[in-house]
């Protein structure tokens, strides 16, 4: 009998799945920008165009919107990204409570998404509005503005930031901050696969 050689054939390539964080924001330029260094072999950061329609319900219905669009596998996420900015606290209720039924997650800075940012640099204490927190944001940031994110600063205060908006010292919130905060560390753990 002939001494058969195995046959070895070529396996097909190994798939690995690869996250899917669909983000609905309410900015146009600077949530882009920084949600974009999140993008890896593991984890795809897509978002949601704005066009203009940026409040918090509009960023909503643009999230409902995919969601009846798109089959979303197991697994992947859907966040809205909003600023606590002017809007009234019905209307951020009415949010929360579509973002519960729809399964999506919520990520909110209050005053505004700047605030979130600062949080790479220090512990925002002080910071009463949008502008003085844009104002300190650029001590370390000079030539930020909302089409200029300067993302290789922030890389590295993503831990802190982390550690200052989670922070034993802030008050735990369920659904978004009543005060200066910021919840955008839940959705910058999970793109870090760190919970």
């Known amino acids: 009998m002939a ?3 195995r046959g070895f054939g070529r396996r097909p390539p190994f798939r690995s799945y ?3 964080f669909v983000l609905a924001t309410e900015g146009q330029k600077t949530e882009p920008a920084y949600f974009a ?5 593991t984890v795809q950061v897509k978002i949601l165009e704005s066009r203009y329609r940026t409040a918090p319900l509009q960023v909503l219905d643009r999230a409902k919107q995919f969601a009846r ?19 009234t606290v019905a209307q951020l209720r009415e949010v ?3 973002c519960r039924q729809h399964n999506f997650s919520l990520a909110v800075s209050n005053p505004c998404f700047e605030y979130w940012l600062l949080l790479h640099f220090e512990d925002g204490r002080a910071v009463f509005d949008a502008r003085s927190c844009r104002v300190r944001l650029q001590r370390y940031l000079p030539e930020f503005d909302k089409g200029h994110v300067e993302i290789s600063k922030l890389r590295p205060g993503v831990v802190a930031a982390i550690d200052r908006a989670a922070g034993k010292d802030r008050p735990s919130c369920r659904d978004w901050p009543r005060t200066t905060g910021s919840t955008v560390y839940r959705l910058v753990r999970k793109l870090q696969g760190t919970q």
């Open 18 to 20: 690869r996250k899917i």
């Open 37 to 41: 260094m999140f993008n890896s072999k």
């Open 69 to 87: 669009d798109t089959e979303i596998r197991k697994g992947d996420e859907v966040w809205l990204v909003i600023d606590r900015d002017n809007w």
């Open 96 to 98: 929360f409570t579509g």
């Open 3 to 5: 001494n058969r050689r």
